[in-house]
């Protein structure tokens, strides 16, 4: 009966995940219109024009995923509140991962949202760092990722660096002690190379490296 119980949450979460996918490049053409408009009023049409879609996703194959994954949790891990907030963490990193890999867009109040859970999660004793290391190292990330940020638009009159990946890397932070940060650096980076070779690929975004990086190394310092 739990175990049905956790598959409808996961259900549940999975058609919020669809529903924020399928609907961001909308809010976002709605967002940009309106900006534009209270700087440059002018008469507003009766629709705006909408930015590209390119993601398409299956609302059934996201509850299904969503709900088998959740009864999985439940079912390997020991504390069925870990279980819960673990699956809210991986739609949170799905939906960046996701939306950053088709679109090159990071949003910050999803960032903020995965922060918040790290943090419910070291004050739950999820981790091994207790509430105050967690926001102490999100923000040595931030500063880390916005260093290299500042400093590449400097050097290279570029950015090497989305403004999306310093506010990703504040939201990881809150889930890695300090001592997992070159391990981190060094999983994002080759695996992002190695995509970049074998894809040809003139231009990848980081964020979905992050964020596995981020995954295999909170794994190992369970």
Known sequence: MITFAYFFYGSLLGVILWC??????????????????????????????????????????YCLLDGLLAGL???????????????????????????????QLISPNACLGLLCLGLLGAEWQFSRLSLSQ????????????????????????????????YWLALALGAYLPLSALPYFLLI??????????????????????LCGAMLLTWYTNL
């Open 134 to 165: 967690s926001l102490y190292h999100a923000l040595i990330f931030f500063a880390l990722f916005y260093c290299i940020y500042q400093f590449a638009k400097y050097y290279y009159h570029q950015e090497a660096l989305g403004r999306g990946d």
């Open 73 to 103: 949790l439940y079912q390997y891990a020991d504390d069925p509140l870990f279980a819960a907030w673990l699956l809210l963490v991986f739609n949170f990193l799905w939906a960046i991962s996701l939306l950053d890999w088709q679109y």
């Open 188 to 209: 994002a980076c080759l695996s992002g190379i190695l995509t970049l070779l074998l894809s040809r690929q003139h231009y990848l975004p980081f964020g979905p490296f």
């Open 20 to 61: 924020y996918i399928d609907g961001f490049i909308p809010r976002l053409s709605k967002d940009i219109w309106h900006n534009f408009h209270a700087l440059f009023p002018i008469s507003p049409p009766q629709s705006y024009p909408l930015l590209t879609t390119k993601v398409n996703p299956h609302l059934l194959r």
